[in-house]
Structures are given as C-alpha cells and as structure tokens.
C-alpha cells in the first residue's frame, strides 16, 4: 500500500452523498437488509462513472491497496467501499467521498465486506508503507515490520490478513515488477517508477 492524499470530494458527491446514504439505509432496513446497492444516476450517467477519473487521478491510476497498474477494463476499475456498503453501520457512508477507493480486482475480491477498525488506510495521516511493514526482495512477501510499536504491529497483521498481501498472486506480481525494474535500471535506462505496479517497493 503506497501513501497518497486523497483529494477534496467532487461536487456530485459533495451535493448528495448525505441524502443518498440516507435513501440507501431506508431501502435496506425496509427491505430486510436484501435491497442491493446501486449508483444513482445524474445527467443519464451512473455516479460512479462521473466519480472514477477523480479517484484514478489520486492514486496515478493505480490501486489504492495493491498499487497494482495498469487497472484495465470496468471490473478493474472498480470502487471499493472501504467500509462496506453491507454493514448496517456503514449504511449512510455508502457514498461519502472518504469511503470510496478504486481498487483493482484481486483487492476487491480478497477484502470483499470485511472491515476492522485496525485496517489501514493508504491515505491516512503519517501512514508510510516502512512504517508497519517490511518488504522482503527474496520471497516478495510483505512482512510486519518488527521494530514497530505493539499497536503498529496488530495494524499491520490486521492489513496483511485482510488484503490478503501474501497472497501468491500478489508476491508473484511484486516479483515481476521487482525483476523488471531492477533489470531496467542495472541496464543503465532510469526506470520511470509511476509505469511500475507496488511502488512502495522501490521507495
Ligand atoms: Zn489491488
């Protein structure tokens, strides 16, 4: 997970995102928590198509958790609800700007709806990826950095578990990029970073 600010709301959502989490949160408590959510619609265009450019532009079009690039195609440019849209509590923040991360596919599905108040954010204050973890360029694994405080420790686990980092999808992806970056620049051609998916690893 690589930082970046995350930019102040468009105002499609700035207008609306109170009423349209309040709109979502009577469907789902009148229907028995079955009602599915769906984007509404402005100028004949579903909001999270007004919304993606702005979220991309955050993250240079990468994954907000992965930091997987290039995201190709709708289902990899999906919007995750950090805290998911399927948790009575999380209801009325179905819309709000600070809850919404684009998010590459194999993201989206290892987290799906789960939540921990632990979990981080790549957009939170004073997170840097050295922070909590440690990345080792023999197995791609990420790992709890182990000089970090107790609290750090259990964010970083909580993280790990949660996105599924280890994942051998994941370590594969970070070995490619790792070998391909290293052997660009051991060929003497500066690599240009922001081309490169997991980022943080060569920060
Ligand atoms: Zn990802």
Redesign the pocket.
Known sequence: MRPFNKSTPPKIIEDNWIDWGIEYAKKRIESNHSHEFRWASVNSKPVNQHILQDLLADTDSH??????SPLRGSSEKSIDHFKPKSIEKFYLDVCKWENLYI??T??QGAKKDSYNDLLLRPDEVEYNFYRYFFYDAETHEIEVNRHCTDDDKLRAITTIMI?QMNHPDQTDSRRISYLHYYSTLESGTKPDIDLYSHRFIFE
């Open positions: 994954c907000s958790y992965c930091d997987f998010a590459c194999f993201c996105f």
